[in-house]
């Protein structure tokens, strides 16, 4: 046999794993479509060690005759060339056969797989029908198989299997060719599992080993991803990527320890200068040449990082995750170059932005090929860095080369460019046919300036593109600024403008210092070369203001401006008016605003100065020629903003922000609107307006410089606007000044500060807007007038003070001007010596007092003012008196007689006090109209009357109530009759004449009435006092009147009664029966009064009334047996008695009160009765009383205590018509005396209840 010769493995995605055949070589080959076809039909799981996750996975493989030179020799440790399992094909039925020949090549097979330690094999014995027909000797099909199993498959008989007729689509066949298909699948994942296993633990020993002397990365690189072949060659994609990242990761750390002084001896080959730049190769699925070179250990970094990228792609790819190959490319790019650095590697001045540049390309052509237009616009987020990256080399390469410079490259230059040239090699085969190919685009634009002008700006342009596509406006602005530089320096300042005011955009929004000024120098170069004198002064301002500068700069650019400032505008041809309008807040920074007053809100013609405090950002002192505020004005509701301010700002400072974004907008600027009804002027709408929306709503302009927003007007003249503030010659220093103004306030409304502009040459400064809002009020107020009272309540009776308050307004108090009051009965006004007025001023500051002149006639009293310039208070204080009325008040439902009422005064109730409104007309001297004021006052008595019997004896009971929180003296508290007559006597009762009547307490005053002759039958009386504080002397008491009538003075009837026990005892006991007896005795004639009074009826010349009693105990001490009221017919004689009697029962022991007796004129209207009473025995008639009863009394339950006959006589009675009912009406107080009131009567207990048993047990 000659020796095998080893050949390079050539990878290509056609290797699979290799199975052998032995045996049968025309029966392997019959088989051999339908087993490469039907293998990988189905999925297996193959189950790993470690842990690891299983996988469903194809199998497929390369059958192959069998060789020994196929068999792995000692040491070789190639997985790709490794023969995973042996087959034997044979189809032997003959038993004669098999012993003289496929046994003993079966032995040989065998032994040749022995001696390479081979143990994956399998026998295969295919039956066929039609060799059983040929052989009649022959034996039954499982005897070969059961011989070769015994021979050769004694411990795994499962190597062993029988294929039945392949060929042929019967069941059968179908079966056996399946379950074959099952084993071969089977045993081929085990052999995979067991070789894969025994080489990565192989693997893993010698990664072990890497800290020993002599390890070699090119080596343990070479074993590695031979692992990753088979990986790939299962189609296990992830598995083979993990094992290139692990690679990956492996010689990153090592970089990383050698850069931290930890080097590995084998890096030592890295290290070598790089020679060649050619730039990543995409193009091939494996690149052996550079592989070639890492297994020799001749590769340099370059070639590794090329090589193992270009791997890691092709997976990626064949992942279908292409996206994730840009990211991972642009992390190499950056890796390259720090690890080159860290390595010390010597390389070319340019050469590693060749290799960027070639590399960037060649991923991004790569990543064009696998996707279509679509998925490369929807994902150019993954690829606009490498757009970006190589766009940046290509500027590096462009500045080397010399081809960015006015002036072309010079021969050094040249020189360099053939050195980067030289070093890119020959152009790969396959891009030689390809026009874009990344080494044409590279060697084209180092070929001259033209051609590198376009290359660089189409790669900066479709970079910048895609920027702005996926949103990263910050991204495309930097390149932006990049373009812009390399415009500055081929000499065309206007496209390098445009770049350079996009990208300030950014830097000004997101407040970058230093890249803003950087920016800013460079715009004013350009503007200044483009003679854009307006945008160079405010990009100067800002350079003037500018901390970042030096002294000297800032210095240079504030100059500048005043240069321009003084020049005079007729040398240059222009108006002699044309100015020029910069940004205020370049220059000067508003710090706060104070008012003078604070609250800012003054009256017309008042003074009123604000003080701006600026701080001055210029290096150096600058005049102002005049510094104004336009000022706009409008006619609102005075007092509403200037309240707010207060109340936000109490010391009237407005604090500016320290500092706002050069684009914010406007500030917000709203105002309250409201509808007024023009008949009762009350509210019908009210909202909010925008004041500013003209500038909130308007179109931004993109091309407007940030640096001064907004500001596209032209130079204000100060003498448009009618209402402004003005300061004249003022020296901005630099840091902290104040500027006082004096405001306008000739018209009443709100005055709005809305621009600021400071005069400075042909230079104006402007603030378009202020924020927060300054605004100030001026207003105009009528004469106003209000009277107050001191205290809470106005006592009436009493001196009471009250205040005149009036605010003078806009009107001025001339001398002679004068109140006049009108004068009412009930309410006088109190003239004092000493009443003097008090002048303040609209800040409340005493400027004065002056006495009063008051003078009264009948109808009117006259107050004279002193003089009061405008909006100025004038305060004083004046007596008045309000008088009880006598007679008790009227409800406030009562009318006059006439059905009138009063104007002048009205007496109401309010929680149990009377009130009294006085209305008082004031006549002013700023008014046609008559003012009417109201006050109230509070009566602080509260009086009643009783009239009081006992027998014929009459008494007279005053019961005074003091309802008011004032504690009051009372004196001399009499008693009279109006009509003073002879015969009547009022005789005092009351020991004291002085009494004291504290707050809410009460004092009752008594007289016994005597008279002579006739009883009288009314009385008009008068009761009167006189009151004061209880503090205060006796000069001070005033009077007190209450008048009153009392009708049916004299006693009519007296009222007896007796309770006696029952037969046989001394006293009542509870639960027996006691006889109540009633006496109704009369005590008068009736006079002419009484007749009308009464109804009377004579039957046989015996003049009688009809009375109706009830006896009722509403304590329920007593039960009323039987009758409880009745009718009696009463003679009408004095000293009439008429006797009732009753049983009645005692309900407890004790002394017991007499039940209540209440006695009743009977009222029958002239109606028939339905029982008529016997006149003649004056005795009651119950059943009629009952009948008596009314309706509005039924609330009276004493009288129901008859039950029986009410429920008898009702119903008996109920269908029958009835005719005008009787009624029952009650006496006067005074009439009926009850001599029953008070008194008592002993009731007995049943039984002994002082004696108690008490059984112990």
């Known amino acids: 046999m000659e020796p095998h010769e080893e050949k390079p493995i050539i990878y290509t995605m056609e290797n699979k794993p290799i199975v052998t055949c032995a045996g049968d070589q025309n029966l392997f080959t ?72 496929v046994k003993e090549d079966m032995q040989r097979w065998q032994a040749v797989l022995r001696l390479h330690g081979s143990v994956d094999w399998l026998i295969v014995v295919v039956e066929s029908d039609n060799k059983k027909k040929n052989k009649t000797n022959i034996l039954p099909r499982t005897s070969i198989v059961d011989k070769i199993r015994n021979d050769f498959c004694n411990k795994q008989s499962d190597r062993c ?14 079966e056996s060719w399946s379950s074959f298909l099952t084993k071969l699948r089977t045993l081929l994942l085990m052999s995979f599992t067991r070789n894969l296993g025994r080489f990565e633990d192989d ?5 072990e080993k890497r800290t020993e002397p002599g390890w070699s990365f090119c080596d343990y690189f070479m074993v590695q991803e031979e692992l990753a072949f088979v990986f790939e060659m299962l189609q296990q994609f992830e598995d083979a990527l993990v094992q290139y990242d692990e690679l990956d990761a492996l010689f990153t750390q090592y970089v990383l320890n050698f850069g931290a002084g930890d080097g590995a001896n084998w890096l030592g080959s890295f290290c070598q200068p790089v020679r060649s730049w050619n730039g990543l190769l995409l193009r091939r699925p494996i690149d052996m040449e550079k592989r070639d070179l890492i297994q020799k250990g001749e590769a340099s970094l370059l070639d590794l990082r090329s090589y193992l990228f270009s791997r890691q792609c092709t997976l990626l790819i064949f992942l279908q995750r292409p996206w994730e190959v840009t990211t991972r490319a642009l992390e190499l790019l950056h890796n390259c170059v720090q690890e080159l650095r860290l390595l010390e590697v010597s390389v070319v001045s340019g050469a590693l932005d060749c290799w960027v540049f070639l590399s960037c390309l060649e991923v991004l052509h790569r990543i064009e090929g696998c996707c279509d237009r679509s998925q490369l616009e929807a994902n150019s987020s993954h690829t606009v860095g490498l757009w970006t990256y190589a766009t940046e080399k290509l500027k590096c390469l462009g500045d080397l080369c010399g081809l960015v410079s006015e002036n072309g490259p010079n021969s050094e230059d040249l020189n360099k460019t053939v050195d980067l040239l030289a070093g890119l ?12 190919s990344p080494y044409k685009k590279l ?62 955009k950014s830097y000004v929004s997101e407040s970058w210092s230093l890249p803003l000024t950087h920016t800013r120098k460079q715009i004013a170069e350009c503007q200044k070369q483009l003679r854009k004198m307006d945008e160079y002064l405010q990009t100067s301002a800002l350079l003037a203001s500018d901390t970042n500068l ?29 100015r020029v309008a910069l940004s205020m807040s370049s220059f000067t920074q508003l710090q706060e605003l104070r008012f003078r007053p604070a609250s800012a809100l003054v009256h017309v013609g008042a003074v009123l100065q604000l003080e701006l405090c600026v701080c001055s950002l210029m290096p150096v002192p600058v005049q102002v020629e005049r510094f104004a505020a336009s000022v706009h004005f409008t006619q609102e509701q005075p007092g509403t903003t200037a309240q707010k301010r207060a109340a936000q700002n109490p010391d009237g400072t407005v604090t500016f922000p320290a ?55 032209n130079a204000l003249n100060l003498d448009d606007g009618a209402q402004m503030l003005k300061a004249s010659d003022v020296t901005l220093m630099p840091g902290n000044n104040s500027i006082v103004f004096t405001a306008p306030s000739q018209k009443p409304g709100a005055y709005t500060l809305r621009q600021l502009c400071a005069t400075v040459g042909r230079v104006q400064l402007i603030l378009p807007h202020l924020y927060p809002v300054v605004q100030y009020e001026v207003y105009s107020q009528e004469p106003q007038l209000s009277i107050q009272p001191l205290t809470e309540n106005l006592l009436a009776g009493l001196p009471q003070q009250v205040k005149f308050t009036i605010l003078t307004g806009h009107y001025a108090v001339k001398k002679g001007d004068a109140l006049q009051l009108s004068n009412t009965d009930s309410m006088p006004v109190l003239h004092s010596n000493t009443c003097s007025a008090r002048i303040l001023s609209s800040s409340a500051e005493l400027l004065g007092e002056s006495a009063l002149s008051i003078q009264s006639s009948e109808k009117v009293t006259s107050i004279s003012l002193p003089v009061t310039p405008p909006y100025h208070t004038l305060e004083f204080l004046l007596d008045v008196l309000c008088h009880i009325p006598s007679s008790p008040a ?3 439902s009562e009318r006059l007689t006439n059905g009138q009422i009063s104007h002048r005064s009205r007496t109401r109730f309010n929680s149990g006090m009377a009130l009294i409104d006085q209305k008082v007309s004031v006549d002013c001297p700023w008014s046609i109209y008559s003012t009417l004021v109201s006050l109230t006052f509070h009566v602080p008595f509260k009086v009643k009357h009783s009239l009081l019997s006992a027998g014929r004896r009459k008494f007279i009971q005053v019961c005074l109530q003091n309802v008011s929180d004032t504690n009051f003296r009372l004196t001399n508290q009499t008693l009279t009759e109006n009509q003073h007559t002879p015969s009547l006597e009022l005789l005092s009762l009351n020991t004291k004449t002085h009494s004291v009547v504290f707050s809410h307490q009460c004092v009752f005053s008594v007289w016994e009435l005597r008279w002579s002759g006739a009883a009288p039958v009314s009385l008009h009386c008068e009761f009167s006092a006189t009151f004061a504080p209880a503090d205060a002397p006796d000069a001070a008491l005033k009077p007190y009147r209450y008048d009153f009538t009392l009708e049916h003075v004299t006693t009519l009837y007296s009222v007896r009664a007796e309770i006696r026990p029952p037969a046989g005892e001394q006293h009542c006991r509870t639960g027996a029966l006691c006889r109540l007896e009633v006496s109704l005795t009369r005590l008068t004639e009736p006079n002419d009064t009484e007749r009308s009074d009464e109804e009377f009826s004579d039957t046989d010349g015996l003049r009688t009334t009809r009375l109706m009693y009830e006896v009722i105990d509403n304590n329920s001490n007593w039960a009323v047996c039987g009758k409880s009221s009745g009718v009696v017919s009463m003679p009408v004689a004095a000293m009439a008695t008429h006797k009732v009697h009753m049983e009645i029962m005692p309900l407890f022991a004790g002394h017991l009160p007499f039940p209540n007796i209440r006695v009743f004129k009977y009222l029958p209207h002239h109606a028939s009765p339905i029982i008529q009473p016997d006149t003649d025995s004056c005795l009651e008639n119950d059943s009629l009383s009952l009948l008596d009863k009314t309706l509005e009394d039924q609330a009276d339950t004493a009288s129901l205590r008859s039950r029986s006959s009410v429920q008898s006589l009702g119903s008996g009675e109920s269908a029958q018509p009835r005719g005008p009912m009787p009624k029952r009406q009650p006496f006067g107080p005074g009439q009926v005396f009850s001599g029953t009131q008070g008194r008592q009567v002993l009731v007995l207990p049943a039984a002994d209840h002082h004696v108690m048993e008490v059984n112990v047990t």
Request: negative net charge; glycine residues 4%; proline residues 5%.
């Open 203 to 207: 693997m893993r020993t010698l990664r």
């Open 550 to 578: 030096s002294d000297e700069e800032r210095k240079h650019f504030c100059q500048e401006i005043l240069t321009f400032a003084s020049q005079t505008t007729e040398d240059k041809g222009q108006h002699k008016e044309a």
């Open 659 to 713: 500092a706002s974004p050069a684009s914010a907008s406007p500030a917000l600027e709203l105002c309250e609107i409201q509808e007024h009804s023009p008949s009762d002027n009350a509210l019908n709408s009210a909202g909010v307006a925008c004041k500013n929306m003209h500038l909130l709503m308007r179109r931004q302009d993109s091309a407007t410089s940030l640096d001064m927003p907004n500001l596209t007007h």
């Open 425 to 436: 090699g020959a152009e790969r085969p396959e891009t030689v046919n390809s026009p874009q």
């Open 890 to 892: 009227r409800m406030e």
């Open 443 to 504: 060697k084209e634009a180092l070929s001259s300036v033209e051609a590198f002008e376009k290359h660089y700006l189409e790669l900066s342009h479709a970079a910048m593109e895609m920027y702005r596509a996926i949103g990263r406006l910050r991204s495309a602005r930097l390149l932006g600024k990049s373009l812009a530089e390399f415009y500055i320096r081929k000499g065309d300042p206007q496209s390098a403008e445009n770049f350079l005011l996009d990208s300030l």
């Open 30 to 101: 019959a088989l051999y479509g339908s087993l490469t076809q039907q293998l990988p039909r189905e999925p297996m799981e193959w189950r790993r060690s470690y842990g690891r996750a299983p996988k469903m996975i194809y199998l497929e493989a390369n059958f192959v005759q069998f060789k020994e030179e196929l068999l792995p020799k000692e040491g070789n440790k190639a997985l790709l060339t490794f023969p995973f399992l042996h087959i034997y094909w044979t189809d032997c039925c003959d038993t004669e056969v098999y012993k003289a020949s």
């Open 161 to 174: 299997v029988s294929l039945s007729d392949p060929l042929k689509e019967s069941s059968r066949s179908q």
